[in-house]
């Protein structure tokens, strides 16, 4: 095989059908996308995990992709090419995504050139893979929807995962209370690591009682709820007044007592990066990329997996205990 027809190929993750991670196909003779007008080519290093990934593919989610596509949208890697009208990047320089058009779970990605990120030098790519969605997604829910403001009160569920550590660094960074949960005692390390003021174990019968007994009567301003499909009933005895709920993840229904928002005037509000405006991406990207700058956005990754292993990659996101850090896929 000449140089030139080996170049052209390249290996991809594919979902022919919707269904479990058994759908996950790793092929090695996909196509290299090429960048069009606005696009860039990306050699992917590292593609971020993410448990809407497994949504989607399950066919469950409000966003089904045409069949079959490649998943992943949180690429790190180095421009490989441009497309036209391009001038914001070139070939080689080190970049990070919060979405792709191709695919990231892939040797090669292809993205819009305005969800493209410079990547900093003082993150490696893994770090780079682990800052779109859980950093854009811990802003949103955080500032553009949650309206949060210095000196109040942040309870992060679900600490220790992705978006979880994200939320804890950006809220600490911006003066707030941060509190955590997580589910072992490396979990709740990492948190207090990562800018939580005091941490609380979620598999503890009590948890609850103990943040009450550590809020006493205030109640907490803002709670960020990876899965409101166990914790939001419970999350409603612990708001303030005019506290709110924000909604980040979701693995099925609830029942609630639509009392307990009236007693306190409190919000349950949706957070879904997908339905930012573009001004919205920007005001993240500019905050976080000064973060990044000033030091204090330092993702931490947890588990990697070749690509080969992405279907225990799927298997693990959901049903693995304790998350610590962003999961990655390299390629």
């Not at 949960?181 to 009590?206: D, K, P, S, Y």
């Not at 007592?257 to 993240?284: H, W, Y």
Request: with cysteine.
């Amino acid at each position: 095989i000449t140089m030139a027809a080996t170049r052209s190929v390249m290996r991809a993750v594919r979902v022919f059908e919707f269904g479990g991670p058994e759908v996950l196909k790793l092929q090695s003779d996909v196509l290299i996308p090429h960048p069009k007008e606005d696009q860039v080519l990306i050699k992917v290093h590292a593609c971020g995990v993410n448990p809407v990934e497994t949504y989607i593919r399950s066919g469950n989610y409000a966003r089904k992709p045409a069949l079959p596509y490649t998943p992943g949208s949180d690429v790190a890697g180095v421009i490989e090419g441009v497309g036209e009208h391009v001038t914001a990047f070139k070939k080689g320089d080190r970049v990070f995504t919060i979405g792709t058009i191709s695919g990231g779970y892939a040797d090669y990605a292809v993205a819009a050139a305005n969800r493209v990120f410079p990547l900093s030098d003082k993150l490696d790519f893994r770090q780079g893979a682990a800052i779109g969605i859980p950093y854009f997604t811990a802003y949103r829910a955080l500032f553009q929807k949650g309206r949060a403001k210095a000196g109040e009160s942040v309870l992060v569920h679900g600490a220790s995962g992705g978006v979880g550590i994200a939320t804890c660094q950006i809220a600490r960074a911006c003066g707030l209370k941060v509190l955590g949960t997580a589910g072992t005692e490396e979990g709740m390390n990492m948190v207090l690591r990562n800018g939580a003021h005091q941490a609380f174990n979620h598999r503890e019968a009590n948890y609850i009682g103990k943040i009450k007994e550590y809020m006493g009567t205030e109640g907490v301003d803002i709670i960020i709820e990876m899965l409101s499909n166990v914790n939001l009933a419970t999350d409603l005895q612990l708001l303030s007044y005019a506290g709110r709920v924000m909604v980040v993840g979701c693995r099925g229904p609830i029942e609630i007592n639509p009392r307990d928002t009236m007693s306190k005037e409190s919000s349950i509000i949706g957070v879904s990066l997908f339905l930012a405006t573009e001004e919205e991406r920007r005001q993240c990207a500019t905050a976080l990329l000064d973060g990044v700058e000033a030091g204090w956005l330092k993702p931490v990754v947890g588990s990697e997996y070749p690509l080969e292993k992405v279907v225990k990659a799927h298997e693990d996101i959901i049903h693995s205990s304790g998350a610590q850090g962003k999961m990655v896929l390299l390629p």
